[in-house]
């Protein structure tokens, strides 16, 4: 049976790649600072996956927030995933792992591209406010090259745009817009509150995948695709932030106003994966979740989990002001 | 007395601008594996920082080679390349240095750039040849922009030069930059009483070369005048063709042969030059060596290892 380790395997991420990985038959194993590992200090990981002896190392781990949060602490950012990066990779080579896979998220794409083809990957300087979030993941991938000529190192590196679904970070500071927008309404339903505002203009244009089909699509393309350019997963469709807003209001049955605080930044104001090369690699295969489906069911988590959230949030920022 | 430490102050660069600075009244203690300090691991460098107290850290180290080395090397390369930037800068910021000196290579340019200016620094990618060695100089100045947004007080420059020649370069012909190289072949020729020289290409490609004294003391300028993080380009902005050094030298050698260009050979981008504009408006300052006499110096420099070399044997 193939063995998989996934790296960040605690995350919203990690969590469903590693179901899906067991969907498909694989033995998992998952590696995160939960489970006692900190990825950032070589000897502790490389000492686990010899133990482990996995076929494939799947690196979801990540330090990572919103653009608020890249904002508020850009050095530990950078170097937390720099350095992340950098110990997986050359732990997955010294402990002889056939296949490293590494997830990238869309915005190393340059911030003023519209339509994200894998070519244009470098053809351009990131947004500043994602900058010190991708550069490290752009780094890793020329680390995985290098590997490939010297030591014959195989890995794939995939490319996901922004991801929504069940066990998102809906910590204020550090979840993605599509978290916070729901955490905001559903709470202001909740209090009874009838304004909410929305950081930005609402008119940033942004890709959404559904966390189990980016799982999906992931574990897919492990098994499928061996070539060391990076593949883009997505949907190739966007949504304004307003138009979102709107999708989740309805899914909350919130009958409120927004209100856009403009002094806020967008962030890049349009990103859109180009899906063409997705489609010839991985079989015609694609995202099948619908938007309105995946908030629907993402809210329904939240609901459910809203009072243990909050309480891990508080403790959270807590421990982040010692 | 200020005191500066200079990472990679035993190069070929690194030497030139320890001397430029001393010249300015600075103490200059160069660090490198040499000495002891092992950049790399964590928290060494930052301990050595801490011990001489420093006002400025200059990073000239660099893992790398002539194209044959980096071509079987990129891994060890990009790792100690990523490495030694990441802890120098982690170092900077502990010890509390005030100013970090980022100094890169043109070919941190994308790979397809004909004329280098700073704003296109990111349109495109780096030349596979040079990728393990120059995106790490890219991630420093990513890193020291991060430390900037924190807000953590120490200032960063990132001055990028173009190929330099003069005295003290490499010597062994692998490593030694194309135009001391060519000052070799030449002088071979000569003392073998060949008349014929071999060229790759057809002569015709320009490339900007910068004298290296006159590269240290831009660095020194910087260092004293230009505030910003976004990065600086130094050099002549003025390109010269290979068959126009080939010419120069052979003049200056008062060699009588010929010269075959071998134009079967690739000739690479057909000119490559920087935009200094920034640079003279932020410097108020260009290169004073001109090319001609920069080279006579390096091959007064040349001919003198080669004798001394002769003599020891």
């Not at chain 1, 990690?14 to 000897?43: H, L, Y």
């Not at chain 2, 030497?15 to 000495?35: I, K, L, M, P």
Request: net charge neutral; glycine share 10%.
């Amino acid at each position: 049976m193939t063995r998989v380790v996934v790296l960040g395997g605690s995350g919203f991420l990690g969590t469903t790649v590693a179901s899906a990985f067991k969907r498909r038959g694989f033995q998992v194993d998952v590696c995160s600072r939960r489970t006692g590992i900190d990825a950032r200090q070589e000897q502790p990981l490389l000492a686990y996956l010899r133990r482990t002896n996995p076929d494939i190392l799947v690196h979801c781990a990540a330090h990572v927030g919103g653009i608020a949060y890249n904002a508020k602490c850009p050095v530990a950012v950078y170097e937390d995933n720099l350095l992340i990066g950098f110990t997986a990779l050359r732990a997955a080579r010294h402990a002889n792992i056939k296949k490293f896979v590494n997830i990238i998220p869309n915005c190393t794409y340059p911030g003023k591209m519209d339509l994200y083809t894998e070519l244009g990957w470098w053809d351009g300087p990131m947004h500043p406010t994602v900058l010190t979030y991708g550069m490290p993941r752009k780094a890793l991938w020329v680390h995985a090259w290098a590997s490939q000529q010297e030591s014959g190192q195989q890995s794939i590196h995939l490319v996901l745009p922004n991801l929504y679904g069940p066990g998102d970070h809906f910590d204020i500071i550090r979840s993605h817009a599509l978290g916070a927008l729901i955490r905001k309404i559903v709470d202001a339903k909740q209090a009874g509150i009838d304004e909410v505002e929305i950081w930005g203009t609402g008119n940033a244009i942004r890709e959404w995948m559904y966390v189990e089909d980016a799982a999906d699509g992931i574990a897919l393309a492990t098994e499928c695709y061996n070539d060391i350019e990076i593949l883009n997963l997505g949907c190739g469709r966007g949504c304004t932030i307003r138009d979102l807003a709107e999708m989740v209001r309805e899914g909350a049955d919130w009958q409120g106003r927004f209100v856009f605080n403009t002094d806020k930044p967008d962030g890049a104001p349009r990103k859109i994966i180009d899906t063409r090369k997705m489609a010839a690699t991985l079989g015609g295969w694609s995202p099948r979740t619908d938007l309105r489906a995946g908030i629907a069911r993402t809210i329904d988590w939240y609901v459910k989990h809203r009072e243990a959230i909050v309480d891990e949030a508080t403790m959270t920022s807590t421990a982040a002001a010692r | 007395m200020e005191k500066i430490v200079i990472l990679g102050g035993n190069g070929f660069l690194g030497t030139h601008v320890s001397r430029a600075f001393t010249g300015r009244g600075y103490e200059v203690h160069v660090c490198s594996r040499s000495n002891g300090v092992d950049a790399r691991k964590d928290g060494a460098l930052a301990a050595f920082l801490e011990k001489v107290n420093p006002a400025i850290l200059i990073n000239c180290a660099q893992h790398g080679g002539g194209i044959s080395y980096n071509a079987e090397h990129p891994l060890d390369i990009y790792e100690d390349n990523l490495m030694i930037g990441f802890q120098a800068i982690r170092a900077v910021a502990q010890a509390g240095v005030k100013l970090f000196v980022n100094i890169m290579g043109n070919t941190t340019y994308p790979g397809v750039a004909n004329i280098y200016r700073e704003s296109e620094w990111w349109n495109g990618p780096l030349h596979p040849s040079v990728m393990a060695t120059e995106l790490p100089r890219k991630a420093q100045w990513v890193h020291s922009w991060a430390y900037r947004q924190q807000g953590c007080g120490f200032r960063s420059i990132h001055l990028v030069l173009p190929n330099m020649f003069g005295p003290g370069d490499h010597l062994d012909p692998s490593q030694s930059h194309a135009l001391t190289a060519l000052i070799r072949k030449i002088w071979e020729a000569k003392r073998s009483g060949s008349k014929r020289v071999e060229i790759w290409g057809s002569g015709k490609p320009i490339r900007e070369w910068l004298y290296v004294e006159d590269a240290a003391e831009g660095i020194v300028r910087a260092a004293g005048e230009f505030e910003g993080i976004e990065i600086l380009n130094l050099g002549s902005g003025q390109g010269c063709s290979v068959r126009e050094l080939a010419e120069t030298i052979r003049e200056l050698l008062d060699w009588p042969g010929e010269f075959f260009y071998d134009t079967a050979r690739p000739d690479g981008a057909l000119c490559k030059i920087f935009d200094v504009s920034k640079m003279k408006a932020a410097l108020d300052w260009t290169p004073p060596t001109e090319l001609r006499d920069g080279i006579r110096k390096t091959i007064d420099w040349f001919v003198g290892t080669q004798h001394a070399t002769a003599a020891a044997h």
